[in-house]
């Protein structure tokens, strides 16, 4: 077993921790506090060929693999969650569905300009009475011979408004169940079709999240993606490869609040040494690069099942359970070593633990993640 990086790798993980240094660092308290998405850092991050990272080079993506994501994601997410869940939504939901299940014509429509990073992508599933129990879909996609008509409200979309194509997940035969739902390419713009209010939320401040609201919308036949009635297994293959980006953003959350806590208890002192003389904080800092390294081995073990075609819907959903629950643990600790500072906005950990926070609930929360794993360890 070979657990090092290969210099394609390393040379990823140093350009993602360069461009988080250097691109994402600055004024990212202002953002957060002002809630401003990173339009300026995305356009970049798309430049650079990270919105589009496993898309194959003929749809305008950088070809690479399930690990290089991570990496980068990790690396990322240790200074800016807010930007990096819009790499990992881009990436993971969108430009992977439309690759995995799209027609060349929505390949050549709209992943192109998804994976160069022209345009951002959002994936429309929550609905203010679905959002765990997924299958109860209010939203419905009218089938009118050429077209369908969707009618509906989505809720706590990520790109909300700032996207310029959106998967919505609607049912079409209510008789039919999980069944009976289709996936639909809808542009912005399109009559009928609403960008709600902004929320404003604890965490990832800077992303954008909206409710969507669908009135009357006229999607063509063409934009729909896959097979009639493959709109909710759509969803779930796509949610599992997402599960393992957001557990590589948890993991990147709960590292940044870590080495910010160690650079701290060389530097602070009381009782007349640093505090990491102190075994208090000495074991904090023990435990936490302990659940960091166990985290990252979970999500590196889901990403190279994905990458060798592997099931990976056990092992993502492991990866993002057990990281999610460490970014939490790991900087709740981050803001007690620094103590008074912690609760100050200048020491960045306060808002790590805010950020921490989202990567329990968002694609699934740890209770759904449970579900998953505990349904295919008891079918063994
Ligand atoms: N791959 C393929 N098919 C799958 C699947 C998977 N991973 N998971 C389920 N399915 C299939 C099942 O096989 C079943 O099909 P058949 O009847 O043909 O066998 C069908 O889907 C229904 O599955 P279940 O009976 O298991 O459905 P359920 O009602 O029990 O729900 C669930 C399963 C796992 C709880 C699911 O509802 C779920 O994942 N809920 C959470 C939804 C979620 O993650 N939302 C996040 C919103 S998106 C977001 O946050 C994006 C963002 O902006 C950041």
Redesign the pocket.
């Given at each position: 077993m070979d657990f090092s990086l290969s210099e394609e790798q390393l040379m990823i993980q140093q350009a993602a921790r360069d461009f988080a240094q250097n691109e994402l660092l600055p004024g990212v308290i202002e953002r957060d506090d002002e809630q401003r998405f990173p339009a300026e850092q995305i356009k970049k991050l798309g430049e650079l060929g990270f919105l589009g990272m496993m898309v194959d080079s003929q749809y305008n993506g950088s070809g690479m693999d399930t690990m290089s994501y991570v990496i980068a994601m990790e690396e990322l997410s240790k200074v800016d969650a807010s930007s990096s869940?819009v790499v990992?939504?881009n990436n993971s939901?969108v430009c992977y569905g439309l690759e995995t299940y799209g027609t060349e014509e929505q390949k050549q429509k709209y992943l192109k300009r998804l994976a160069s990073g022209e345009i951002i992508g959002?994936?429309c599933?929550?609905e203010p009475e679905a959002?765990?129990?997924?299958?109860s879909q209010k939203t419905t996609a009218i089938d009118k011979g050429d077209h369908y008509l969707i009618n509906g409200t989505k809720n706590?979309?990520?790109?909300g408004g700032t996207a310029e194509v959106y998967l919505v997940i609607a049912q079409t035969d209510k008789s039919k169940g999980?069944?009976g739902i289709n996936a639909l390419i809808v542009e912005k713009g399109t009559p009928g079709f609403d960008i709600g209010p902004k929320e404003n939320k604890l965490g990832i401040r800077g992303s954008d999240?909206h409710t969507l609201l669908f009135n009357d919308v006229k999607v063509p036949k063409e934009n729909r993606i896959g097979e009639d009635g493959f709109g909710?297994?759509f969803?779930?293959?796509t949610?599992?490869g997402?599960?393992i980006g957001?557990a590589a953003q948890a993991l990147g959350i709960a590292a940044g609040a870590y080495e910010l806590a160690l650079k701290y208890s060389k530097e602070r002192k009381a009782f007349g040494t640093e505090i990491s003389n102190h075994q208090a904080i000495a074991f904090k800092l023990a435990d936490m690069h302990t659940q960091i390294q166990a985290a990252r081995h979970l999500v590196y073990k889901a990403a190279w099942d994905k990458d060798q075609g592997n099931n990976y819907?056990l092992s993502g959903a492991m990866a993002k359970l057990y990281a999610s629950q460490v970014a939490m643990e790991t900087s709740v600790e981050a803001v007690q070593i620094h103590g008074g500072n912690g609760f100050v906005k200048d020491y960045h950990v306060e808002r790590l633990m805010r950020d921490a926070k989202i990567t329990q609930?968002?694609?699934?929360?740890s209770e759904?993640q449970k579900?998953?794993i505990s349904?295919s360890v008891l079918k063994d």
């Open positions: 869940v990992s939504v939901l959002a994936f599933l929550s959002g765990s129990d997924a299958t706590w979309i990520t790109n999980h069944k999240t909710f297994k969803a779930m293959k949610l599992s997402g599960r957001i819907d609930i968002y694609e699934g929360t759904i579900i998953v349904r």
